[in-house]
């Protein structure tokens, strides 16, 4: 199966967002982040790999089994390759529904430089443009990387600012990327801010604190933050993460403990898992 954009753009959206890792794993000197989450539409459970230098064939045979990269062997169910795009690849099971997508950019079967981004971008498809964003994460240590994620930023939307958020924060100078951020914020929808909200966080920018209160206040009093749905509010997840973020950038634990009681009660399942999830480590009563 296929995802749509929509479908990858909210894959992309906990990939590279708050979440940052369920379980990790080490592999020598390779570190692999598993994160997964329920694809609503789709009904599958999705993984996604960040790995931070390149490996060998033979490395990731050794991970995944002698198949790959036809196939996949993750936490023992084999996933076949459903589809392979210019940066990353694809493998689903149907039973039972998980799937995984991995970059190219592993392995050293995709490569880009920043000229070639820059001449290349105005051409690309929107699938195209997200494929790239949500596979450079290996990128990190190429030299021309903070480029890629300045032209992003500046030539892009939100779907494409939420994918390489947390790139800014890391790569950019302090002032640059809470700028840009910044920016990206004021022109995305509440609901789909999470990771430019964390990326304004690891900045740690002195007015981060400022604009992350200003952010949450408006999640709050959005009419849809108390709906239900079968897999997750999305703004009420937004405010969850506000909050974190806000703890991160070293807000006083206090000021939201009325708000994380709330969230804890929430009418969907999902937030009040994802309450407890990433805020029971300061709020111990969560628990």
Known sequence: MILSRRKRLGAALIWASVVIAISS????VW???????????????VGFVVCLALMKVADLKRIYGDEYPAAVVSHGIRMALCRERR????????????????SRFMDGSASITSSQLQQEWPRWSEDVRMDFCQACAWLDEQPDFPEM?????EHSGPDEWSAVALHAASQLPQDEAFDLLTRALRSTGLDRACN???GISLT???????????????????????DDDEFINWFAYGATCS??????????LGDFADHVRQLAKHACAGNRDSCRNFLSKHYSWLK
Not at 243 to 252: K, N, R, S, T
């Open 149 to 153: 994620v300045r032209f992003i930023m």
């Open 25 to 28: 794993w080490y592999f020598g």
């Open 204 to 226: 740690k920018h002195p007015d981060a604190e400022r604009v992350l209160r200003a952010h949450l206040s408006a999640l709050w009093s959005h009419p849809s933050l108390w």
């Open 243 to 252: 909050i974190e973020h806000l703890i991160d950038v070293g807000a006083c």
């Open 31 to 45: 570190q692999v982040a598993y994160q997964s989450r329920q694809d609503t539409n789709a009904g599958y459970l």
């Open 87 to 102: 940066f990353s690849r694809s493998y689903r099971s149907d039973k039972p529904k998980m799937g995984t997508e991995i």
């Open 196 to 198: 430019i909200s964390q």
